[in-house]
């Protein structure tokens, strides 16, 4: 029995046809008897609309209210794909970062993770639950709600996976993994098998969008094994270690 984390993105669950698929695969990883934590990010361009939304209201907003606006696409996408599991009669529940105990600091909108308390995760584990964790977000210890700046639900998977020392975080987006330049633009780009934490940290911080920065350096330091995959088919992607 592993322990994995899969994290999804806002492609990945970005309608109801696809969270029902990504239930599947959720499912079957679960079947294989694997203890499993699933972190989404919001559904397709939610954020970018929670954005343009609060502009109109204010362009200028609080940034503690923005954060919570923006947590809430998230959290849409947890209880969808928690009900959706429980659609194929596997035990799910869903989690926001407060109910996770994914504590940050203070900084809204680009917060990072101080610590996770996973007394509460780890009870629903071994209660033989799916846990489906909101990514991007977490909570301060004034429990106010912040985010961790675009594209940071990566950050919350690779942050829990460390803090359960999972045995592999699995990240699934649109690509099939890391490849030599974006497969989507120049078609004979090749894919990677394997790369290195610091070449990964070096391709991230060049601006490529596979992975959030900083969940780079938190895989590095804590030694997290990453899979990046394609959420559309079964090929093996790209292994970062
Ligand atoms: N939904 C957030 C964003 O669009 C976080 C994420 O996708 O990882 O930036
Ligand atoms: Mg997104």
Same mark, same amino acid.
């Given at each position: 029995?592993?322990?994995?984390?899969?994290?999804?993105?806002?492609?990945?669950?970005?309608? #109801?046809?696809?969270?029902?698929?990504?239930?599947?695969?959720? %499912?079957?990883?679960?079947?294989?008897?694997?203890?499993?934590?699933? %972190?989404?990010?919001?559904?397709?361009?939610?954020?970018?609309?929670?954005?343009?939304?609060?502009?109109?209201?204010? #362009?200028?907003?609080?940034?503690?209210?923005?954060?919570?606006?923006?947590?809430?696409?998230?959290?849409?996408?947890?209880?969808? *794909?928690?009900?959706?599991?429980?659609?194929?009669?596997?035990?799910? %529940?869903?989690?926001?970062?407060?109910?996770?105990?994914?504590?940050?600091?203070?900084?809204?909108?680009?917060?990072?993770?101080?610590?996770?308390?996973?007394?509460?995760?780890?009870?629903?584990?071994?209660?033989?639950?799916?846990?489906?964790?909101?990514?991007?977000?977490?909570?301060? #210890?004034?429990?106010?709600?912040?985010? *961790?700046?675009?594209?940071?639900?990566?950050?919350?998977?690779?942050?829990?996976?460390?803090?359960? &020392?999972?045995?592999?975080?699995?990240?699934?987006?649109?690509?099939?993994?890391?490849?030599?330049?974006?497969?989507?633009?120049?078609?004979?780009?090749? &894919?990677?098998?394997?790369?290195?934490?610091?070449?990964? *940290?070096?391709?991230?911080?060049?601006?490529?969008?596979?992975?959030?920065?900083?969940? %780079?350096?938190?895989?590095? &330091?804590?030694?997290?094994?990453?899979?990046?995959?394609?959420?559309?088919?079964?090929?093996?992607?790209?292994?970062?270690?």
């Amino acid at each position: 029995m592993a322990l994995i984390v899969q994290k999804y993105g806002g492609s990945s669950v970005a309608t #109801p046809q696809r969270i029902k698929k990504i239930a599947e695969r959720v %499912v079957k990883t679960k079947k294989e008897n694997h203890k499993l934590v699933v %972190v989404v990010s919001a559904m397709g361009d939610t954020t970018d609309n929670l954005i343009k939304l609060m502009e109109k209201i204010n #362009p200028d907003p609080p940034k503690r209210e923005l954060d919570l606006l923006l947590s809430t696409g998230e959290v849409v996408s947890a209880a969808l *794909l928690a009900a959706a599991i429980s659609a194929k009669d596997e035990k799910a %529940v869903a989690f926001t970062a407060y109910q996770g105990g994914i504590i940050t600091d203070e900084i809204h909108t680009k917060a990072r993770i101080q610590r996770i308390n996973t007394r509460k995760i780890l009870e629903e584990l071994n209660r033989g639950n799916i846990l489906v964790i909101a990514g991007f977000q977490g909570v301060t #210890p004034n429990d106010a709600i912040t985010t *961790l700046g675009r594209g940071g639900s990566d950050t919350t998977a690779v942050a829990v996976a460390a803090a359960l &020392k999972a045995d592999i975080c699995e990240i699934y987006t649109d690509v099939e993994g890391v490849f030599t330049a974006d497969p989507r633009i120049v078609p004979q780009a090749r &894919k990677l098998k394997k790369i290195s934490y610091d070449e990964m *940290l070096e391709l991230a911080s060049l601006g490529t969008k596979v992975l959030h920065l900083r969940a %780079v350096e938190i895989a590095k &330091k804590f030694k997290v094994p990453l899979h990046i995959r394609s959420s559309f088919t079964d090929r093996e992607g790209t292994l970062i270690c």
